[in-house]
């Protein structure tokens, strides 16, 4: 009921103007109550409340990006677990998780510009992080992390159907759950890789839905976190974003 209401609250906000404040203040009082409840209720899914379940906290993980960004990113981590319990394959195409986990066909791996450059930069940026005995540690992660980015991009700038801009939610979806704590624990290096993500977003936000300014948003929550010393890493990233330039139409 508080992610309904939260949901309620956030799309009234869009469409009323005059409204914006008060009801954005209240969705975001209600996403924090249900954030705070709802990943832990992830784990007690069952055959009969599956799907809304799942569906709700899709679109809790959509509008709580901007505001709780490490949170919404531990939530799909548990949508991440949960989907172990019933295969997307099993999802009827006419039910109401149809659209978000309907077959995509695979797209060949051949884009390259600006964008990917500037993310071979980060991969020599990431390599300076120290080496630990561990699998998976902050270089791993991070290195992981802008693979599935270079991925996502070449997947999004590559389709040219109506629906492409669903390719986005791919990188949240693969991060390693190692990466998203580095994230809450404002690491550098992480948030320097969450810049970049939030520029190559912003051309699939929609100016009367619930993702309007969503990178923005995303961006200065990055920029609040970061210490000085790293801020010109996000320097690209934020140009980009306030002169509204495509990822690959500005040079390094």
């Known amino acids: 009921m508080h992610g309904l209401i939260a949901l309620s609250a956030l799309y009234y906000a869009q469409t009323h103007d005059a409204q914006h404040d008060e009801f954005a203040l209240i969705s975001s009082q209600y996403q924090v109550i249900d954030l705070q409840a709802f990943t832990v209720k992830l784990q007690d899914v069952n055959e009969g409340s599956f799907e809304p379940y799942i569906f709700l906290a899709t679109f809790l993980f959509i509008i709580s990006i901007t505001m709780h960004i490490a949170h919404s990113f531990m939530l799909v981590q548990g949508i991440k677990g949960r989907l172990a319990f019933k295969p997307v394959e099993a999802f009827p195409q006419a039910g109401p998780l149809g659209p978000l986990f309907g077959y995509t066909m695979p797209l060949l791996v051949g884009h390259a510009g600006p964008f990917q450059r500037r993310l071979d930069q980060l991969f020599e940026l990431t390599r300076e992080l120290d080496l630990t005995l561990e699998a998976m540690n902050a270089q791993s992660s991070c290195l992981l992390a802008i693979e599935s980015l270079k991925t996502t991009c070449t997947a999004c700038a590559t389709d040219q159907s109506a629906t492409r801009g669903r390719r986005m939610w791919l990188w949240p979806v693969s991060l390693p759950s190692f990466f998203v704590d580095l994230i809450s624990n404002h690491h550098h290096v992480a948030l320097v890789i969450l810049a970049h993500y939030t520029t190559f977003t912003r051309p699939f936000e929609h100016k009367q839905r619930m993702n309007k300014g969503r990178s923005s948003k995303m961006m200065t929550a990055v920029e609040t976190a970061l210490d000085e010393h790293w801020k010109p890493w996000i320097a690209w990233p934020k140009k980009l ?12």
Do not use: F, G, R
């Open 241 to 252: 974003l306030v002169e509204h330039i495509n990822v690959d139409d500005m040079d390094l």
